[in-house]
């Protein structure tokens, strides 16, 4: 895995620590060293919750076909889809997770934080 300096780090780096997945940041680390130096940190990589509007879809299209549509039933609703349809519908989702943008993120680990201080 690959390693970064802690002191390389800016102050407000959002960091991982150990398995757990407390997220803290640098300073909150110079704030109380000791107690990270034992730690196992990692930097991180965020993640932005996301929906697929075709995805979406096709889930459901699955779902109501395997729940008693008739045969052909997911051939037809799929020809009633337009492109113009899963746009305005990622549109909303779009909207929806914009709402509230600092709930609609977790975080990864990424490197290894060395502690060279």
Request: proline letters at 2%.
């Amino acid at each position: 895995m690959e390693k970064v300096k802690l002191s390389t780090l800016s102050k407000d780096t959002i960091v991982i620590v150990d398995e757990n997945s407390t997220i803290n940041t640098v300073t909150d680390i110079f704030g109380d060293l000791s107690y990270y130096k034992g730690k196992t940190v990692y930097t991180t990589k965020p993640h932005y919750a996301s929906f697929d509007a075709e995805s979406i879809i096709d889930n459901v299209i699955e779902n109501e076909s395997c729940n008693g549509m008739y045969e052909d039933w997911e051939d037809n609703i799929r020809v009633d889809i337009t492109d113009e349809d899963i746009a305005d519908l990622q549109k909303v989702f779009d909207r929806i997770l914009a709402r509230s943008p600092g709930q609609n993120i977790s975080y990864e680990q990424d490197k290894l934080i060395d502690f060279d201080i």
